[in-house]
């Protein structure tokens, strides 16, 4: 004989699911990646703040965590790129393309201005 009645799950196991769930976007969405102490004190800059400035090389970042955490997405693909620029010995960066959506993308130029160069 065949049992129809239907399961369902008690409340309690509901509201844990619920809670581990919430639990999951909140650390899925708070993963920002932070700057290494040379990464950070390199500027965002236009073409002719860099006019006099050494090209070093292009840059690149990417992260996988967009949609939900979109922003957060960008500023790690942003903070993947400045690291690589910082390896190359930059002050500062040009932003080629930055693309959102599922797989946040971001390209730029590098450039090592002697001091005296601002934003």
Do not use: R
Request: net charge positive; proline share 2%.
């Amino acid at each position: 004989m065949v049992n129809l009645k239907k399961s369902y799950p008690s409340t309690f196991n509901q509201l844990f699911l619920i809670s581990i769930i919430i639990l999951g976007l909140f650390t899925f969405v708070s993963c920002a990646t932070t700057l290494s102490s040379t990464a950070i004190k390199i500027k965002e800059a236009d073409i002719k703040t860099v006019e006099n400035c050494k090209y070093l090389g292009e840059v690149h970042g990417s992260s996988g965590w967009g949609n939900l955490g979109a922003s957060v997405a960008m500023q790690n693909a942003k903070n993947e790129a400045l690291e690589k620029a910082a390896k190359l010995g930059a002050t500062h960066v040009i932003w080629n393309n930055i693309t959102g959506g599922y797989s946040p993308y971001v390209s730029g130029k590098a450039y090592y201005c002697k001091s005296g160069v601002s934003h």
